[in-house]
């Protein structure tokens, strides 16, 4: 097959694909956050070595929830939600049924990024504000979130990135977006033009969050420097 030199310019094609996968990953993201942030703080601080440890708990979430979750390829765990999808947005395809199952997906994920981000603050700065009398919550919200806003940043970086993976592999089975236009609407149906504008967009798409990420935490560690 020739390769259409003039219609691979042309982006216009691929203006809507494109913003089904921004609209999949951030909602998604967005969700995310919501459910991995307690979670991630729970296994902070209900560790051994925690503000508030308990054994029990921490296992709980550590094994059932996060690592189980996360054994599961993305790709099952797709066929999975998809009758929790069809029950929230009565189908079980499109761009708004996939945010399910990559929210869900990514989540446990997000926990772990949270997790690692609050066990790097320093303890001597958490034993200090113990010290001072400093509530649980306090601790948490005026003290280890504050100092672990860098790595937090980063590993939500690292969590829309994944999130445009995801949501490309369940473009090829329904979900629209990125993956679908390269595979489906590209490859399968021999339009070269079109799989090599999905893949050009996709990687400018991801350097562009990686590099907003990465200004972020640039500025974010400067700050710290000056105070």
């Known amino acids: 097959m020739k390769f259409d030199w003039v ?17 999949m990953v951030f909602i998604s993201t967005i969700i995310a956050l919501i459910i991995g942030l307690p ?19 921490h296992k709980i979430l550590d094994i059932v929830i996060v690592n189980v979750t996360r054994s599961i390829p993305f790709i099952i765990l797709i066929v999975l939600l998809i009758p929790l999808s069809k029950l929230l947005f009565k189908y079980s395809f499109g761009s708004t049924s996939f945010i399910v199952p990559l929210s869900l997906g990514s989540a446990p994920f997000v926990a772990r990024v949270i997790e690692g981000a609050l066990k790097e603050v320093d303890e001597g700065l958490i034993e200090a504000s ?93 700050k710290r420097k000056r105070t």
Do not use: C
């Open 7 to 23: 219609k691979f310019l042309q982006f216009q094609t691929i203006v809507q694909p494109l913003w089904e996968t921004i609209y």
């Open 130 to 222: 113990k010290s001072m009398g400093a509530k649980t919550s306090e601790i948490i919200f005026k003290v280890m979130i504050p100092e672990a806003m860098p790595a937090l940043v980063h590993g939500m970086t690292l969590t829309l990135i994944s999130l445009i993976g995801y949501s490309a592999m369940a473009g090829t089975i329904g979900g629209g977006g990125l993956g679908n236009a390269a595979v489906m609407d590209g490859f399968q149906r021999n339009n070269m033009e079109l799989m090599w504008q999905a893949t050009i967009v996709t990687i400018i798409l991801v350097q562009i969050i990686q590099f907003v990420g990465d200004k972020i935490v640039k500025a974010l560690l400067n």
């Open 39 to 57: 979670i991630g703080i729970l296994l902070t601080i209900s560790d051994t070595k925690g503000v508030k440890p308990n054994k029990t708990l």
